[in-house]
């Protein structure tokens, strides 16, 4: 055998091997990035790529769903999204792609906090180097995505027993609207702008009582109404001293008993 033709036996066998031993791309993570964007992560490099003269399309085919209940999609049909690629290299392999996804909107209003995600890309002709498409994708999506908006104000107070308490709420974001989502004692409010003032009526508390705290649960809103964070904040009650001090009026009496002073103690009186 030449050189040339152990040339292209070896080629071919290279190829062969690299065919047969070579994984499709396969989806290792989704996650929301922000308001309505959705991250879709591959172990490897994918682009779009056309077939039998069809236009390249790009596409995923998506639903979404909590039990019975589909925000996107049905039972029996998925929903095309235009992926945009993140990073891609130069001949347009990624292997993170992105989409928005106003269906989200309807997932915070009913507050999900998960929702099932069914993903196809193979019907999209995404394929990978070597023309291998990308599996089916059924898993849960977690809907809670991280942001900067943070409560910064202390969340711990101290107020003496029967004493009302005004604190004020401070969020990393100025502009952020706070509001109440649980209190159980009844005892605060918020007012101000923003409701970045909260109230305490602590006029009945006492700390001979069993409750020596009280807490509330506070949400600060940013602009965008799905750019939110909560904090639990506690107000500790402190002992004051509620009973009036005895005075008790000593008298001496005249004259010595056996040379020890005779002291005498009068009705005490307060």
């Known amino acids: 055998m030449n050189i040339f033709n152990r040339f292209i036996v070896t080629a071919l066998l290279v190829l062969f091997t690299s065919k047969a031993f070579a994984t499709s791309p396969i989806i290792t993570k989704i996650e929301r990035i922000n308001v309505n964007t959705i991250l879709v992560t591959f172990d490897q490099g994918i682009k779009p790529v056309s077939h039998f003269d069809v236009p390249i399309e790009g596409e995923f085919s998506v639903k979404l769903y909590t039990s019975t209940t589909y925000y996107l999609g049905s039972s029996n049909s998925l929903i095309v999204r235009t992926p945009t690629a993140v990073n891609p290299n130069d001949n347009g392999f990624a292997t993170q792609w992105q989409w928005e996804e106003p269906t989200l909107t309807a997932t915070d ?75 159980t004692s009844g005892l605060f409010s918020l007012s101000g702008t923003n409701n970045a003032t909260l109230s305490f009526d602590g006029t009945n508390t006492d700390y001979e009582s069993t409750t020596k705290s009280y807490t509330v649960k506070i949400k600060a809103t940013g602009n965008d109404a799905n750019e939110n964070t909560e904090q639990t904040l506690t107000v500790n009650i402190k002992d004051i001293i509620d009973t009036a001090p005895v005075i008790r009026r000593f008298t001496i009496s005249q004259g010595v008993n056996q040379g020890r002073l005779i002291i005498k103690t009068d009705t005490s009186v307060t």
């Open 109 to 183: 209003n009913d507050g999900l906090s998960e929702i099932t995600i069914n993903l196809n890309a193979y019907h999209s002709d995404f394929e990978n180097d070597i023309g291998h498409s990308s599996l089916d994708y059924i898993n849960t999506l977690n809907l809670i995505w991280q942001h900067d908006l943070s409560i910064t104000s202390i969340n711990t107070l101290d107020t003496n027993e029967g004493t009302n308490l005004e604190h004020t709420l401070i969020a990393s974001d100025t502009a952020a609207t706070f509001s109440i989502i649980e209190n």
